[in-house]
């Protein structure tokens, strides 16, 4: 995984409490991705994509045992005004 300064900065800031996050990568237990992997696959902002992304990814928890999910995520560009979406 390329990890983007945000990213870098998650994984200083959960070592500084306790969570070894490449060790919980590992296990399946964290997952992160870079705007582009998350957001913007094909270059656009597409909902649907991204939903499903989600949903696999919720999917995969419940057949791997996991008895809960949460997601976090920057929608900052939005904000900025990126032209990206698609309509």
């Known amino acids: 995984m ?4 945000t990213i870098k900065r998650l994984f200083h800031d959960l070592r500084f409490l306790g ?3 490449d060790d919980e990568i590992r296990r399946g237990t964290l997952v992160m ?3 582009d992997r998350g ?4 270059g656009k902002f597409e909902p649907e994509r991204m ?3 989600l949903l ?3 999917n995969d ?6 008895s809960g999910f949460r997601r976090a995520g920057d929608l900052s560009w939005a904000a900025r005004g990126r ?3 698609i309509r």
Do not use: L, P, W
């Open 2 to 5: 390329q990890k983007s300064r």
């Open 19 to 21: 969570v070894e996050a």
């Open 33 to 35: 991705h870079t705007d």
């Open 39 to 42: 957001y913007f696959t094909n």
């Open 51 to 53: 939903m499903e992304m």
């Open 56 to 58: 696999k990814t919720i």
């Open 61 to 66: 928890c419940m057949k791997r045992g996991f």
């Open 83 to 85: 032209q990206e979406c």
